[in-house]
């Protein structure tokens, strides 16, 4: 009952922050802009395709009107919704570490491990509740649009979540060892813009400038060591896009599973660190 307890507190500050408040508003604009200017069209009753605001969305092999629609809103704004969502639990754990906020905590009959899990599982079922507000709002609106309901929305949404787990564990571990919210973020976004899709691309840009074997490994080594998070905003388009382009296209859950991997290690280091340190 602690955990939970420790878990919906979490819930609740992250929720209150203006960060998460301005991504539930932000998301409810998009939701109504898009309520007002979908348009199915239709031929005899049949949908023919869909427009936006007058304009006809193109109808793109293996990609339904309705896919079209998911990949730009959710594929195109992934990365800001991972941002935003970092932002809005950056400071839990350096709040909770704080002077006199970790005192009471340690004085409660609960272990450190429980204290440290139920504030990563309350930051993320935050996000979780603002993704969920913003996916389902917007399944609802296409299908009632259009008549076309596109189930894809929940595993992406699922996806999505995981996606997040891997870079609260980042934050968690970053939090522990520096107690700084601008340092968590600074390491998120460096993650999540420039050493992911770096390392994505890695055998081609090091390769531009060495091909010393040494070098190509330790990158590799990276690679595998942190969440794939390019990889895993691509696959999540793909699953509104199955038939395009095939060999492109077609879905991995490989990037996922290192990430797991990752994520698990990155909060194995952070509960370690913290068992032993001195409050």
Avoid at 75 to 80: D, L, V
Avoid at 126 to 139: D, K, S
Avoid at 255 to 267: E, G, Q, T
Wanted: charged share 15%.
């Amino acid at each position: 009952m602690k955990s939970l307890t420790i878990i919906l507190n979490t819930v609740y500050e992250s929720i209150t922050r203006l960060t998460l408040l301005f991504y539930l508003a932000f998301g409810t604009i998009i939701l109504l802009v898009i309520a007002f200017g979908l348009r199915g069209l239709y031929d005899d009753g049949v949908l023919i395709g869909i427009s936006f605001f007058g304009n006809q969305i193109p109808v793109i092999d293996g990609i339904d009107p309705s896919g079209f629609i998911f990949m730009t809103t959710v594929g195109g704004s992934m990365s800001a919704i991972l941002l935003l969502g970092a932002f809005a639990t950056a400071s839990i754990i350096p709040e909770t570490l704080r002077k006199g906020t970790i005192d009471i905590y340690l004085s409660k009959p609960i272990s450190r491990l429980a204290l440290l899990l139920s504030k990563y599982m309350g930051a993320i079922s935050a996000i979780g509740v603002a993704l969920f507000y913003f996916m389902a709002g917007l399944f609802i609106i296409i299908g009632i649009k259009t008549g076309i309901w596109n189930t894809d929305v929940f595993p992406a949404l699922g996806l999505i979540i995981l996606m997040f787990m891997c870079i609260q564990s980042m934050s968690t571990l970053v939090g522990v060892l520096f107690k700084n919210m601008g340092l968590v973020l600074v390491f998120v976004y460096l993650h999540l813009f420039l050493f992911s899709p770096f390392l994505r691309l890695r055998k081609e840009l090091v390769g531009l400038l060495t091909e010393n074997a040494i070098v190509h490994r330790i990158f590799d080594g990276l690679y595998y060591a942190l969440p794939q998070l390019s990889e895993m905003q691509e696959r999540i388009s793909f699953l509104f896009a199955p038939a395009a382009i095939e060999e492109i296209t077609k879905f991995s859950f490989t990037p996922f599973s290192y990430s797991l991997i990752s994520c698990a290690a990155m909060f194995l280091l952070a509960y370690i660190k913290f068992k032993r340190s001195d409050y």
